[in-house]
């Protein structure tokens, strides 16, 4: 059979065996991938241009506006990591942003902090292309996939080579990379497929926790190796809450020691409530026209709680989106139609009181997709309206690849129980 309970099977040890998990769970559930069209992906580079023109605007004003700083939500231990020039022109080398499409993209979050998933891609594409039903699907149509893995290589090398200009013009042009995140993330499975790529390429590579970091004489070191340059996956909020400024990553990176991809200046734009900026009338004598109507075009409403009264985020539960300013993974989000009016109203007193933002709720298109339980593949497939969303990496400003989320819950993300599939562009038929 093209699709029967052993291909199902066998795609599942495969994506185990090539890492392709969210903690222990396959992140692929589906037979079938996301496909997009060549004018899709045109729409979305532009999409991707005009937004990153917009929020380059808010980053460097608020390096030096404490009224911009103090509304976008910016503690003071993040601004004093701001003010340090990571050492290229780029806040953020690696984001994404999280989309709703139904004849054009609608922005809903821009994760500025080196989100996950981007070197998922290409494993998972390579992986479906076995996949019988689809190759006989590929052998009638002109597919390709977007290189989400040599497209992060290369940011991370330009971000290096502009670095070491400025602060290490002595050392080589080919750094020792670390990839830094938390000891046990769900999301480990990912730095390897990165590490291994490097290391494919003749770039040193390692994946570390902070706790394996140490800056001894002028050098961020891990065991014996010298670190050049840090991917860090680890979110600066979240290194925040558990660091400070005495560990060894910020006193190297205050130093110009090492470089920092994305550098901790990404946390500007990853505050949701640069959305609302973008878009606020207080505000819009930082955007030209242009920009301002291009803002508006492509990003859902979106304001900081405190332009609502309680009264009317109550009476328009139904077309509302609450979230924490700084947050990841879909968590404490609460969509007003799927919570009844007590809910609602707690979540708006924890709201008031963290600064959170208010959106406007845009509706997911829907797919068909033909899922599996990854515990029980005898049980074969399962054709199931599911949710979806099209997301944008970027690479230091451009479209690097899609990523496709699939979720059966009013939000869409892999933390939440939904899943990532590949993601094709369909030109024609063969």
Request: hydrophobic fraction near 45%.
């Amino acid at each position: 059979m093209l699709a029967g309970p052993a291909v199902i099977e066998r795609f599942v040890r495969a994506q185990h065996e090539a890492g392709l998990t969210f903690g222990q769970t396959v992140l692929c559930r589906s037979l079938r991938p996301a496909f997009v069209t060549p004018a899709m992906v045109a729409t979305f580079e532009e999409t991707v241009a005009a937004f990153y023109d917009a929020i380059r605007v808010i980053e460097q004003r608020a390096l030096t506006d404490a009224a911009l700083a103090t509304e976008l939500g910016l503690s003071q231990a993040e601004r004093l990591l701001c003010a340090v020039d990571p050492g290229y022109d780029d806040a953020s080398c690696v984001g994404r942003l999280d989309a709703l499409w139904s004849d054009r993209p609608v922005i809903i979050e821009y994760n500025a902090d080196s989100p996950a998933g981007i070197s998922f891609q290409a494993s998972q594409a390579a992986l479906i292309r076995e996949v019988p039903v689809f190759a006989a699907f590929a052998a009638e149509y002109e597919l390709r996939e977007m290189d989400a893995t040599a497209a992060l290589r290369q940011a991370l090398l330009s971000v290096w080579d502009e670095f070491r200009i400025r602060y290490a013009p002595g050392r080589s042009a080919t750094p020792n990379i670390g990839i830094v995140d938390l000891a046990g993330a769900a999301t480990r499975g990912e730095f390897s497929l990165v590490a291994r790529d490097l290391r494919d390429h003749n770039i040193p590579a390692l994946v570390a926790a902070p706790e394996d970091l140490r800056y001894e004489a002028g050098e961020l070191r891990v065991g014996g190796r010298r670190i050049d340059l840090v991917y860090k996956r680890l979110l600066v909020a979240d290194f925040l809450s558990r660091y400070d400024a005495t560990h060894p990553l910020t006193r190297a990176y205050r130093d110009h020691a090492v470089c920092v991809a994305s550098s901790f200046r990404c946390t500007i734009a990853h505050k949701k409530r640069a959305l609302a900026v973008l878009q606020s009338p207080r505000w819009s004598g930082l955007l030209d026209v242009r920009h301002q109507d291009a803002v508006h075009m492509m990003i859902a409403p979106t304001w900081r709680i405190d332009d609502w009264a309680d009264d009317d985020l109550v009476a328009q539960r139904q077309r509302l989106v609450i979230k924490p300013n700084d947050s990841h993974g879909g968590a404490q989000v609460h969509v007003g139609a799927s919570c009844d009016e007590p809910d609602w109203r707690a979540a708006l007193v924890r709201a008031r009181h963290e600064g959170w933002v208010v959106q406007e709720y845009i509706s997911p298109a829907q797919g068909i997709y033909p899922l599996f339980d990854p515990s029980y593949p005898e049980r074969g497939l399962t054709l199931t309206p599911c949710l979806e969303d099209r997301n944008a990496f970027l690479l230091r400003g451009r479209l690097g690849s899609i990523l496709t989320r699939l979720g059966e819950g009013p939000v869409i993300n892999v933390s939440q129980g939904g899943q990532a599939i590949p993601t094709f562009v369909l030109s024609a038929h063969v």
